[in-house]
């Protein structure tokens, strides 16, 4: 036999050697591991959902193999969460004595509502109160819907209520799960002192527990006032009063005093300048 066809003889052998050996390795041997090729765990990515953040509707709990769907399924991830239990019910804290807050007067030129009516501006995030003598309004200012949000239309005023209890919706706790079925009426609710129901809606004219956004396109339909606002509207207005919800009012209508601004007295260093004598020095001529 020839030193060639041994050399390629043992080759052969070794071949069929290694294969058979590679195919009765155990999977940690190859790189593999019961929880997929790298060995990463759900419940370790769970722990850190920055870096091993889950897509929507996958399984929480039971290991991956290699991109199989496991068999047994503990729980169902929504928006890369595990499901929130709602809390049943929230108390909404105290209740304390809340003054009324008088709001400034504005003229109000219109022919199209009557006195006692109620006027929302969504635009310039205003609410006019008309009152009894011709040409006056009051102004408060309030927080609207946010973008998608916004509503217009005619409305009556069906009830008022002090400390009223939260219920949200079923659409808002979809977008929050974390918020309770119920919470009580106190300074912590975000219906504030009062709330003004508007017709058979939904949505309300109330207090805040959050006063920096009034100003500001931040609520889901209601119009947010301060407590101090909302309980000084609630004296003047009555059942069946009537709530405009307009996109803007026309120029014109309301006309704002002009605030007259005192210049202030800017004193201004004076800079001295140290006025030196300057000598020339002429040299004698040369001669």
Request: charged fraction near 25%.
């Amino acid at each position: 036999m020839s030193l060639y066809r041994v050399v390629a003889l043992c080759c052969a052998v070794f071949a069929v050697f290694s294969l058979v050996n590679s195919s009765v390795k155990p999977a940690e041997a190859q790189g593999l591991t019961r929880y997929g090729m790298w060995g990463n765990n759900i419940k370790r990515r769970h722990s850190s959902p920055k870096k091993y953040q889950l897509p929507p509707g996958q399984i929480f709990g039971d290991p991956q193999k290699l991109g199989a769907n496991p068999a047994l399924a503990r729980g169902v991830i929504t928006n890369g969460r595990k499901p929130h239990k709602p809390i049943a019910l929230a108390e909404g804290g105290a209740r304390p004595n809340i003054k009324p807050k008088h709001p400034r007067m504005v003229a109000f030129k219109s022919d199209v509502y009557k006195p006692g009516d109620v006027v929302i501006d969504t635009k310039r995030r205003k609410l006019f109160l008309l009152l009894a003598n011709e040409g006056h309004a009051l102004v408060y200012p309030i927080a609207v819907g946010k973008r998608g949000y916004t509503w217009t239309g005619v409305e009556k005023v069906t009830h008022v209520q002090d400390w009223p209890d939260w219920y949200p919706p079923e659409e808002m706790r979809e977008r929050s799960p974390r918020l309770p079925l119920k919470m009580t009426g106190g300074i912590k609710n975000p219906l504030g002192a009062k709330a003004i129901y508007l017709g058979k809606t939904l949505y309300r004219i109330h207090g805040t527990n959050a006063r920096w956004t009034i100003g500001q396109a931040s609520s889901s339909g209601c119009f947010r006032m301060h407590n101090a606002h909302v309980v000084h509207l609630a004296k003047l207005i009555d059942k069946n009063t009537t709530v405009h919800v307009l996109d803007r009012l026309p120029r014109g209508v309301v006309a704002y005093e002009k605030k007259t601004w005192k210049k202030k007295k800017r004193w201004r260093k004076k800079r001295r300048r140290s006025k030196r004598r300057r000598i020339s020095v002429y040299a004698a001529p040369q001669i």
